[in-house]
């Protein structure tokens, strides 16, 4: 084993969104302590990869993404699911759709009272995603786009580090006539969802600007010289003298000190698969692969859960996306967010618990969403002609799943088993929301552009049943995985692993500052709460640290 001579004070692992936010704050701050960020991909520093205009395409790149897949899914039809997680400088923010949604103010109000924290209050986070946000309003005055988005462009914070941008230069009509189609169906306008209000219908801005996409990487600018960046660096285990973490070990057999803590950020993939190989999780998982007991927790990769999704594709008469195309910033998705009242009084929703019942009713919080995209060829799809597509997610899904060892081999990846459409609140959801997707599409306001007469992948009929078995041959994982390493006040207490202050029960020296500690799963896109995670994890150890004096 080879023992690297250098040490350092703390050691991240991981530099997606989460870990390039703890470690940019951390040696930026006063004492300047001196800090490793590991990452396992490469710098993702070539240009090509960076191009926004491949928002929807990025992830098949196959050195930025692991590449993972579920076990087969009985409620997918044994399908095996697409669980791609980013790989490389930026994480999953390098391959990401890049929506910014700063999630409902009632949630993070929610996950202050979980843990008793008032870091995570509305009014505190959206302090914290102005510090980050460097937002550039594109939004052309006279253009009719004002209608859609009447912020102004200090809504968003205008100088951080992390370049966002409203939708496009260019106002399609088309993204204007499609959100016409939803309103004409009762759906209302949100012009300015930056407020904690994320319900209605939106063009929520992207991280890029001019065309190049902005990952958490963009973090790490001009950090001090006391922020060692090393790639190429896969973490297998951490190291423990007695119960203190001490120590990483690297693929290649390098162990590296870190003389306070070490912080993984690898995602709720990965987090619960390296704390289990370095000794800290369930008891059948640790004697079933003869890993040294560091400290049992029952919970460490249980509790799994995710957004999903199926897509829609119905004819269009013409296709509309010149203008997105040749727009600086593509995009061109009409966003809404929208909340199932029928469903708040239904059977199913008997069925959940107090906890979840409070969580649903909360007023800023969503339960399903729509992406509808502009009517387009698509590439592979030539032969249908343009396309309008429907986006359709489940957003608040009950399924818990799991992520489980594969074999003791750490080079493997994890076994992952999603508990997607298992609860009856989530079929609920699907049909409900399905239902209303093809009724939108049957609204006469749906005629001007598509060709109403024919669609080409969407539910054979309204019926629960043909509904159902759209779901299972078609969902999909929105990549929103989180909850594995779950925080709470105590130890086991509704699955808890970690403290409030991300640290691992059991041991010392070492916390978990990714979605994998979560409890509960975000009505919105994920990679916001993913920086929050960073940020707040970042001042709760430069606190106990005193490193800010
Ligand atoms: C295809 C796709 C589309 C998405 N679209 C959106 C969107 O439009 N909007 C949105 O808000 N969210 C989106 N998300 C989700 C969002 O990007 C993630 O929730 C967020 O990036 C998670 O942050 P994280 O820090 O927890 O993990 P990640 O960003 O995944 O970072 C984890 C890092 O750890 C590294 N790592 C893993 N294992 C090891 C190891 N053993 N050793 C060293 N390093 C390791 C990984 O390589 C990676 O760089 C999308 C995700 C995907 C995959």
């Known amino acids: ?38 990452e396992a991909g490469d710098s993702n520093e070539d240009p090509s990869v960076r191009v926004h205009g491949n928002m929807y395409t990025q992830n098949t790149n196959s050195t930025q993404n692991w590449g993972y897949k579920s076990t087969p899914l009985p409620q997918a039809n044994n399908r095996q699911i697409s669980l791609d997680r980013g790989k490389g400088l930026g994480g999953s923010t390098a391959i990401n759709f890049t929506f910014w949604t700063r999630g409902p103010r009632d949630e993070w109000d929610e996950l202050a ?5 008032d870091a995570w209050k509305w009014e505190n986070t959206e302090r914290r995603f102005g510090q980050i946000e460097g937002y550039r309003h594109l939004i052309e005055p006279g253009t009719g786009a004002e209608r859609y988005c009447t912020h102004g462009p200090d809504a968003y914070g205008t100088s951080g580090p992390l370049r966002l941008c409203s939708q496009s230069t260019k106002w399609s009509g088309d993204l204007a006539e499609t959100t ?49 960046v090393r790639t190429d660096s896969i973490v297998h285990q951490v190291m423990f003298e007695d119960s203190r973490a001490s120590a990483v070990k690297l693929a290649n057999g390098t162990t590296i000190t870190a003389t306070k803590e070490i912080i993984l950020c690898i995602g709720a993939l990965d987090t619960p698969k390296i704390l289990m190989q370095s000794g800290i999780g369930p008891a059948e998982q640790l004697s079933k692969f003869r890993i040294s007991v560091v400290h049992y927790n029952e919970h460490i990769g249980r509790n799994l859960r995710d957004h999903y999704y199926v897509l829609m594709l119905f004819a269009a008469r013409e296709d509309a996306s010149e203008a997105l195309h040749n727009a600086p910033a593509t995009g061109g998705a009409a966003m809404g967010f929208f909340k199932d009242e029928g469903a708040l009084s239904s059977s199913e929703f008997q069925t959940l618990t107090d906890k979840e019942r409070g969580r649903l009713g909360l007023p800023t919080g969503p339960t399903w969403e729509i992406a509808h ?15 309008s597509q429907i986006t359709l997610f489940i957003l608040n899904s009950q399924g818990l799943g799991d992520v489980k060892l594969r074999s003791a081999n750490p080079s493997e990846p994890p076994l992952v088993q999603p508990g997607f459409l298992e609860h009856p609140w989530d079929k609920r959801i ?36 043909d509904i159902l078995e759209f779901w299972r041959d078609n969902l999909t994982s929105t990549w929103h995985m989180m909850g594995t390493c779950k925080m709470g006040r105590v130890e086991g207490q509704d699955g808890a692993c970690a403290d409030t202050a991300f640290k691992v029960f059991g041991v010392q020296g070492l916390r978990v500052a990714d979605l994998s500690v979560l409890p509960l799963l975000p009505s919105v896109h994920t990679q916001t709460y993913a920086y929050q995670i960073g940020m707040i994890a970042a001042e709760k150890i430069i606190s106990d640290y005193g490193l800010s004096t």
């Open 1 to 38: 084993m080879n023992q690297e001579h250098r040490d350092y004070e703390f050691i991240i692992v991981g530099a997606g969104a989460s870990g390039c936010s703890v470690a940019s704050a951390l040696a930026r701050s006063k004492r300047r302590p001196s800090v490793l960020l590991l």
């Open 113 to 117: 009272r979980l843990t008793d924290d």
């Open 180 to 228: 016409d189609v939803w309103e004409s169906c009762g759906y209302p306008m949100n012009t300015d969802s930056s407020t904690g209000n994320p319900i209605g219908l939106q063009v929520c801005p992207l991280t890029g600007h001019l065309g190049t996409r902005s990952t958490a990487a963009d973090l790490l600018r001009d950090a001090p010289g006391n922020l060692y």
């Open 373 to 387: 995209d502009g009517a387009r060829v698509r590439p592979g799809l030539e032969h249908m002609g343009p396309t």
């Open 430 to 465: 699907a049909v409900d929301s399905t239902r209303e997707c093809l009724r939108v599409m049957e609204h006469p306001a749906s005629s001007k552009r598509r060709d109403r007469s024919i669609a080409h992948i969407c539910p054979k009929s309204s019926s629960e049943e």
